[in-house]
Every structure is written in structure tokens, then in C-alpha cells.
């Protein structure tokens, strides 16, 4: 991967954004520990700014490109979390956003991308109809797509989050980080390989939505069949010849998969147990540690909390 990669520019990238967004904790449950027989820590993005990860993505790429963007319209796509950092970003740095979303995108987060001020388009049934419609609106001249995942500063931004997991918590023995497009799991664990190669990376998709996980088995980006999940956040197939996939294959040392049944009941137990309150594309962490426990026993482990965004319909069925 020629990409001008180095741990100097994830450094670069965090001094960039860090005035505008939160140093998230690592908390150590006690709770948990005792239970699954390990160390176990959870790295809160679901306390970030806009509820998600996603914001740290997003403002490395506006403010490493600010100038060129300040003559261009943003185009975008996203479930949700992705479209909720532009619009604010956008907002933030005085820019002009289009957001594509799908009619199956919760309708509460499409409340707050208008409410931040974005061009909302709802448009196809799902991601990848969205994404399809985004990426043809990007090739008129004043229009510039950013990718939710598929984007090298997008990618530096999110393995700011390795960074500080590295530096709260250094003698981490396995980080358990979600997998959608892969952006966020390609910066954590470059970042992570980089200053620690010891320490292992695991990623984790829905059944619903294995696109990353298939892929991967197969060598090659591939379409997976995609169902329903409460992991919206993490739906959708590849966009082919992402970076991600090459990312995943040098970094990340497995990937694990786990049903909408355990989602609930990770999302259920850590709200009842520890009262935190996440969305179902982070609950696919817990869920995993607890579906694969003995992989887990004895080590310390650190758990993503990708986004605490949910739909108050998934907490009424949830709940």
C-alpha cells in the first residue's frame, strides 16, 4: 500500500483535529472482567461528539483539504453516523454538504443531519443504492465525494483512536473494534500494528452484513447477501477496490461474526449491568467477547463503543 502512510502522520492528523473533539475514556469494568475471566476495557466513542467515531474521519479530511474544499460542494453517504459528522463538520467549518441516506436510514438521525444544516437526499433502499447515487453525483466538476471508509485521511483520523488506546492502556493484549466499510478498524489496527505488533486486532460484523469478513475469505473484495440487522451502522457491501480490504488483510488477525440475537443481548447487559447505552453496530464488540469467550480468557482486552446513536425503536424492541 503505497499511501504516504507513517505513525507521524496519525500524529499530524490528531493534533489537527484534537481542539474540536473529545479524548474519549477507557473504562475498566469490573463487572465484566469478573464475568468473561479477563481484563476487560471499553474505549467510549459513544461519548464522542455527534455520538460516533466518525467525527475524527471526517475533520482530518476537511481540514487537511480545507482550502480546495471551500471551492467544491461535498457529497456524501452514510446509514447515519458518517452523515451526522459531515453535516456538523460541514457546519462547524462553513462548507457545503449533500447527504445521500436510504429510505431504511433512522429517521431520527436524518433529523439531525437537517437540523445541522446539510442538503439531505434520501435516495434507494439501502446503502448501496445510496452510495451508488452519491459516487455519480461526484462526477460533476464542483462536486467532491467523501467516503465513509474508502479514504486514506479518513482512515488517519480514526486511527487517532489506536493512539490513545495505546497510550491509556499500552500493555493491551487485544483490541475488539466493528467492521462496516473497514475504516475504522484500518486505521486502529495500523496504527496499533505500528507501535505494537504483539497486541492482536479482531474485527467484528453482523451476520447480516459479513461483507469484509466474505471478502476477506475470499481473497477479493466480493457482494454479500445482506439481511436486516440492528447493526445499520455496519451495513452495506464494499466499495470494490477499497484500501480497507488491503488494510484488514496486513493488520487485522481475524475476523469474527455474530447474529442479531447476541446484539440484543449485548446491548441489553451492558445497559443493565453498567449503564451504558450503545447503538447495535458497537454492541457487535461485547457481543463477540461474549459469543467467543474462551478466546478472550485471561487477556486484557479493549472493546470499541463505535457510536451510542440508537434508534428509539431498536430500544423499545430491545428493551
Not at 30 to 36: N, R, T
Not at 83 to 103: D, E, G, Q, W
Not at 131 to 137: D, F, R, T, V
Not at 184 to 208: C, D, F, M, R, W
Amino acid at each position: 500500500m503505497n499511501l504516504n502512510l507513517s505513525l507521524r502522520n496519525v500524529y499530524f492528523s490528531r493534533k489537527l483535529i484534537e481542539e474540536f473533539i473529545r479524548r474519549t475514556p477507557l473504562y475498566y469494568s469490573g463487572i465484566f472482567s469478573d464475568i468473561m475471566d479477563a481484563s476487560v476495557y471499553f474505549k467510549l466513542e459513544n461519548l464522542q461528539v455527534t455520538g460516533s467515531f466518525k467525527i475524527r474521519g471526517v475533520l482530518n479530511k476537511f481540514l487537511r483539504n480545507l482550502d480546495f474544499l471551500r471551492n467544491k460542494k461535498i457529497v456524501t453517504c452514510s446509514m447515519g453516523n458518517h452523515a451526522l459528522a459531515v453535516s456538523y463538520a460541514s457546519k462547524l467549518l462553513n462548507l457545503s454538504a449533500t447527504v445521500i441516506m436510504p429510505i431504511d436510514a433512522m429517521e431520527f438521525k436524518k433529523e439531525r443531519v437537517r437540523a445541522f444544516g446539510a442538503n439531505l437526499v434520501i435516495h434507494g433502499n439501502n446503502y448501496d443504492d445510496a452510495e451508488s447515487y452519491a459516487l455519480s453525483i461526484s462526477k460533476k466538476d464542483d462536486y467532491v465525494f467523501v467516503s465513509p471508509y474508502n479514504d486514506i485521511d479518513i482512515i488517519l483520523g480514526q486511527a487517532t483512536i489506536g493512539l490513545e488506546i495505546m497510550e491509556q492502556k499500552p500493555d493491551t493484549g487485544v483490541i475488539i473494534v466493528p467492521i462496516g466499510g473497514g475504516g475504522l478498524i484500518s486505521g486502529i489496527s495500523y496504527a496499533v500494528k505500528t507501535i505494537s505488533p504483539e497486541t492482536k486486532v479482531i474485527g467484528v460484523q453482523s451476520e447480516a452484513s459479513p461483507s469484509m469478513y466474505e471478502s476477506i475469505k475470499a481473497g477479493k473484495i466480493v457482494k454479500a447477501h445482506l439481511k436486516p440487522s440492528l447493526a445499520e451502522g455496519l451495513h452495506g457491501n464494499i466499495e470494490e477496490g477499497s484500501i480497507t480490504f488491503n488494510f484488514v488483510k496486513k493488520y487485522v488477525d481475524e475476523i469474527l461474526l455474530v447474529s442479531e440475537d447476541d446484539l440484543r443481548d449485548a446491548i441489553r447487559d451492558l445497559y443493565y449491568k453498567e449503564g451504558i447505552l450503545i447503538e447495535g453496530a458497537a454492541a457487535v464488540t461485547l457481543a463477540a467477547l461474549k459469543k467467543y469467550a474462551d478466546k478472550f480468557r485471561k487477556k486484557k482486552v479493549c472493546l470499541v463503543l463505535s457510536g451510542g446513536n440508537i434508534d428509539p425503536k431498536h430500544i423499545k424492541e430491545i428493551f
